[in-house]
């Protein structure tokens, strides 16, 4: 299993990006796949999740903002941010865990600042 995330960028506050996580080795459709984030000196931390049947949960302080999109046939999925806030400047990673194993990709990095 491999996850690959890019799209991360600086941008001004106001703004919009889409990442992207490119995943291979396992149908992304029958799994439950999550967006993170890590910002300087913070816990990592939840972002989002998006389950089997296509029910998305949001953390509070993106609810809004932020929307994930899975496209199964291409097994990528994406997060649409918009409304960028200098708070949610961080290193974004995609997740899954499959077997029991934590799969993670390797981050991508946004920068909100103006």
């Known amino acids: 299993v491999q996850l690959q995330a890019s799209g991360g960028g600086s941008v001004q506050p106001g703004g919009s990006l889409r990442l992207s996580c490119a995943v291979s080795g396992i149908a992304i459709s029958l799994n439950i796949m999550d967006w993170y984030r890590q910002a300087p000196g913070k816990q990592r931390e939840l972002v989002a999740t998006?389950?089997?049947?296509?029910?998305?949960n949001y953390a509070d302080s993106v609810q809004g903002r932020f929307t994930v999109v899975r496209d199964n046939a291409q097994k990528v999925l994406y997060l649409q941010m918009d409304s960028l806030k200098p708070e949610d400047t961080a290193v974004y990673y995609c997740?899954?865990?499959?077997?029991?194993?934590?799969?993670w990709g390797q981050g991508t990095e946004v920068t909100v600042s103006s």
């Open positions: 998006s389950s089997r049947s296509g029910f998305i």
């Open positions: 997740h899954v865990r499959y077997m029991y194993t934590d799969y």
